[in-house]
């Protein structure tokens, strides 16, 4: 099977800008979580989807969104970009029921400059 | 306030050595996971404990959940260059889906 996959590798924006990230999680694992990695902070949890719904969120502001499609496949948008939103986002998929590991993709290392 | 807090923050050990790495909680865990990640890359699941008591192990690397289940230690057993990394400790916080809160991360120096 396929891992989490998720584009791109590498972004580069400037203040002001959108962007929207992508997350293909394991066949046939129906819930997609998002979390946001940064030095000082450290891994936090943004949101996470479950057939098509969010079923829980971070405490992030509403700049940060996310959607999935019927096929399990997610993406995250972050609109009016800041510097602070330079970071490491990872994505993380299960089958969806509590209690089951997430196995995370490579990441979207986003530079905000 | 970091909701689980872990420790060391780094260390450094010789090759051949064992080290431990704590995860606390002030709180009932309902699942407890470990995660190793190479510098800027994804998370490497390692393994992961849901009963009071419970210790698993996988070739040099043993985990335990405490009875209480409100702390966890992962042990590596003579430890070698492939065990360098971060080591991150995870915990489901709500019944309701899958929403993880980690620990800060412990840095591992396997020093030749």
């Known amino acids: 099977k396929a891992g989490v996959t998720q584009t791109p590798r590498y972004l580069i924006k400037t203040r002001g800008q959108q962007v929207t990230l992508s997350c293909s999680p394991i066949s046939g694992h129906r819930s997609v979580s998002w979390y946001q990695q940064t030095p000082g902070q450290g891994l936090q949890f943004l949101f996470e989807y479950f057939s098509e719904t969010q079923r829980n969120k971070g405490n992030f502001p509403g700049r940060f969104s996310g959607r999935q499609f019927s096929n399990s496949r997610s993406e995250m948008n972050v609109s009016t970009l800041e510097l602070g939103d330079s970071a490491l986002y990872l994505c993380?998929?299960?089958?969806?029921?509590?209690?089951?590991?997430?196995?995370f993709g490579s990441g979207t290392q986003l530079s905000v400059l | 306030s970091q909701e689980l807090e872990q420790s060391p923050q780094s260390l450094i050990v010789q090759e051949g050595k064992n080290l431990t790495i704590n995860c606390t909680s002030s709180k009932t865990l309902y699942g407890l996971y470990w995660y190793k990640q190479k510098y800027g890359e994804g998370l490497i699941f390692l393994m992961m404990l849901q009963k009071g008591g419970e210790e698993k192990s996988h070739e040099k690397i043993t985990a335990k959940l405490d009875e209480k289940k409100q702390q966890s230690s992962l042990h590596i057993t003579a430890s070698q260059p492939s065990h360098a990394g971060i080591y991150l400790c995870?915990?489901?916080?709500?019944?309701?889906?899958?929403?993880?809160?980690f620990g800060g991360g412990t840095r591992v120096l396997v020093k030749p």
């Open positions: 993380a998929s299960s089958p969806g029921r509590l209690g089951e590991k997430l196995f």
């Open positions: 995870g915990a489901d916080i709500t019944t309701a889906g899958n929403k993880l809160t």
